[in-house]
């Protein structure tokens, strides 16, 4: 499982017109991928290291601030693009397998009382955000 993760001070995910999530206050926009070996013990571990990721102001976490996350599906952070010019997808997790251990994420997150937002898996999606710092790392376990 592979998080790119922005500290952020304003977030939002459209589908059309359509806001399906937003931050209006500093949090972390996290952008997340599954690939074929995950399972939901990875889940559980994301959500935590999410939860508790020191990178908001003063080395503090969200779960020290309460601050939001708005997770974000994507699966195009498994594209390998060592050979050729086309991404392979071939290391990104199928919908039918990745679409429970996404949601399994955002379950752990709030089971951990934290605020969560979400985009809409599988959907095209717009997002906007204004990175803070810029400040973003890649979260890999």
Known sequence: MR???S???LATVRVGDEVVGALDEPGLLV???V???DDISRSVT??????ELRILDGERSCADTRAPLLVVSQFTLYGETRKGRRPSWSAAAGPEQARPLVDGVIAELRRRGARVETGRFGAAMAVESVNDGPFT???EI
């Open 46 to 51: 994301m959500a935590t290291k999410l939860h």
């Open 7 to 9: 500290r952020v001070t």
């Open 35 to 37: 690939t074929h070996t």
């Open 31 to 33: 952008l997340l991928g």
């Open 137 to 139: 790392v890649i979260v």
């Open 3 to 5: 998080a790119v993760v």
